[in-house]
């Protein structure tokens, strides 16, 4: 290569470098001002959002002007009609019956002085702080069902699933023979509809001074009085497709099988012997009990049973009875029981509680109105794993061996 060549070659090389950096160049500056122009819009939304967040500031001022307004005017009116406070009204009294008041305490008896305090033109603002800020009342029992078996959240209107059968036709095939029997498969989808339940309470704008402790009361007590109806409704709900379908499917009407004997003799039968033979029925077919929910009585007489050598067979501490644990619920009549598979059941609760608050038309007051929407959902190959005991006592008769 000749020497012009090598410098024209240097030549052409220097000139695509600096094409190169004038190209980087462009393309930091079309950065830069689209950064630029980014930043310019980010600042003038800030600078409207701050504008609107003047306009609020200037509003809330103006209506905290206009309500502290109101207020005096409010004390002016009740000035011009001569009403007062309850401290005021109290402090004049006293100063009016001062003379007698001292004469009563310098003769130390024991007698009563007692005064009528007129209260025509009291304002009641001041008489509110005189009362207990807690809202008694009594308590609620627990809610056995629901805190048994599994829930869970769905969305919705309605749950769906699909439930299956077959016809088992597995025999014998000979060698070089085909199988001539076909087994049957049939599918089905259920679907169930939530249910809904609900209340309300009224308030009177009298308690008005305390409606933040009474509005929070009502939506703790409506929530457990909520929870407390789905209790009951989860065990005997009368949910049914062609008549009830927007009602609860309970474990008592529609979600269990009844109690038959397995065939197994106990000598001197007990309430224990009914849940063991009811565990053995669940056993056969298919699934494993671990819980007996029983009403009060039933569960003392558990509670009490011994075996031979005088040793309780009920857990006090775990509330085991075998391998069930005993559950108490007074939502069950007083023979009844009910043996199940938990994982059999499932409380399928519709999303959060629905709160309403609400002004009484025609009426001085407030109404809180709560909502709970849920079902209860039993497949029905499932229902064999939950077995009902209608009457214990008539049980305990079944599956009694004969005396000798």
């Not at 339940?197 to 929070?216: L, P």
């Not at 939506?219 to 989860?234: M, N, Q, S, V, W």
């Not at 209860?376 to 499932?382: D, Q």
Request: glycine share 6%.
């Amino acid at each position: 290569m000749t020497e012009i060549e090598k410098k024209a070659q240097e030549l052409q090389g220097k000139m695509e470098a600096a094409e190169t950096k004038a190209e980087n160049a462009a393309k930091e500056a079309a950065a830069a001002k689209a950064k630029a122009e980014e930043t310019e819009s980010k600042l003038a939304k800030a600078e409207e959002a701050l504008e609107e967040r003047k306009k609020e500031a200037e509003n809330l001022d103006k209506t905290i002007q206009e309500q502290q307004k109101a207020i005096e005017d409010l004390g002016k009116k009740l000035k011009e009609r001569g009403e007062k406070s309850f401290d005021v009204v109290l402090r004049e009294f006293m100063d009016e019956h001062k003379e007698e008041m001292e004469t009563f305490v310098k003769s130390k008896t024991y007698g009563g002085l007692s005064f009528k305090l007129a209260t025509a033109n009291i304002t009641n603002t001041s008489l509110a702080v005189q009362l207990d800020p807690n809202i008694h009342a009594d308590k609620l029992a627990a809610n056995a069902f629901l805190t048994t078996f599994p829930r869970i959240t769905r969305t919705g209107n309605s749950i769906e699933w699909l439930e299956g059968s077959d016809t088992d036709q597995t025999d014998y095939v000979g060698e070089f023979e085909e199988a001539t029997k076909a087994n049957s498969y049939a599918v089905s989808g259920k679907t169930r509809k939530f249910a809904k339940i609900g209340s309300f309470i009224e308030v009177s704008s009298e308690v008005a001074d305390w409606f933040n402790a009474v509005y929070q009361w009502a939506r703790t007590r409506g929530i457990a009085r909520i929870l407390r109806k789905a209790d009951e409704l989860i065990w005997k709900g009368d949910g049914e497709d062609a008549t009830k379908p927007l009602h609860v499917y309970g474990l008592k009407t529609s979600g269990s099988t009844a109690f038959a004997a397995t065939g197994a003799k106990y000598e001197n039968a007990t309430i224990a012997d009914v849940i063991l033979d009811a565990i053995a029925q669940a056993k056969a077919n298919g699934y494993s009990a671990n819980v007996a929910i029983v009403p009060t009585a039933i569960e003392a007489q558990i509670r009490g049973l011994k075996d031979k050598n005088g040793n309780y067979l009920f857990n006090q501490v775990t509330g085991m009875f075998g391998q069930v644990r005993v559950i108490t619920s007074d939502q069950l009549a007083a023979t009844e029981i009910l043996v199940a598979d938990t994982s059999c059941v499932e409380i399928i609760d519709r999303g959060d509680y629905e709160m309403e608050l609400e002004r009484v038309a025609g009426k001085d007051g407030w109404r809180v109105w709560l909502r709970k929407s849920f079902q209860v959902k039993v497949p029905g190959p499932e229902k064999k794993g939950i077995i009902y005991v209608a009457n214990a006592t008539t049980a305990i008769a079944a599956i009694a061996q004969a005396a000798a």
